[in-house]
């Protein structure tokens, strides 16, 4: 691993920093997917994709191996802490998704932060959680129409809300000069006009 992709302890901060905030938010919307999802089964899956906003977020800004691991575990032991509804599983649940934003980011070598690629991170993240929910069982009664559409409106929600939101919420924190230091802004800095 070259030099430039160790994480320094600045980076650690902000990632934990923004974890433990979306950890609160995660705990706050719990609620309001299983209020969605009560009201039309499956309908919860259409807000899932918030749940995987850390990792693609922390990722965009610090923009190294790990971050988006790091931020899953992180926000999902603050939710869990902080009296999450999901218990444990909620651990094993941010292993998994910061762990297929991690893939993501991987294959594109850490160096295209674009918009595709938030996306696609988003909605590997929202693959990856259905893949702990089958082996979980959660899925075994479902028949095809509700699998079907649990899996497009879940993949759906990461690449929006976690993908497309984080572009739009790490835009606006680059605005009010909080990020000058981080890589999201550093790299465009280093481009050549």
């Keep these: 691993m070259k030099t430039g992709n160790v994480v320094n302890f600045r980076e650690v901060m902000i990632t934990v920093i923004l974890a433990i905030i979306c950890g609160f938010l995660y705990v706050g919307w719990a609620p309001l997917f299983m209020g969605l999802d ?32 790091l931020a899953e575990v992180a926000a999902a032991s603050g939710e ?12 094993l649940y941010g292993l998994a998704q910061g762990a297929a934003t991690e893939v993501i980011f ?20 929202g693959a990856a959680s259905l893949v702990y929910d089958a082996f979980s069982g959660y899925l075994a009664e479902l028949n095809t129409t509700a699998m079907t559409a649990k899996i497009v409106l879940r993949v759906l929600s990461g690449a929006i809300f976690a993908g497309l939101l984080a572009q739009v919420v790490a835009g606006l924190l680059v605005k009010t000069g909080v990020l000058n230091s981080y890589a999201i802004v550093k790299k465009k800095m280093e481009r050549p006009f």
């Design 80 to 91: 869990l802490l902080m009296g999450g509804p999901y218990g444990l599983s909620t651990l």
């Design 38 to 69: 009560a009201a039309l089964p499956g309908a919860g899956d259409s807000i899932y994709g918030v749940w995987f906003f850390a990792g693609v977020l922390a990722a965009l800004i610090v923009q190294k191996p790990g971050i988006a691991l």
């Design 106 to 125: 991987l294959i594109f070598g850490y160096k295209n932060f674009k918009l595709p690629v938030l996306l696609l991170a988003g909605a590997a993240a």
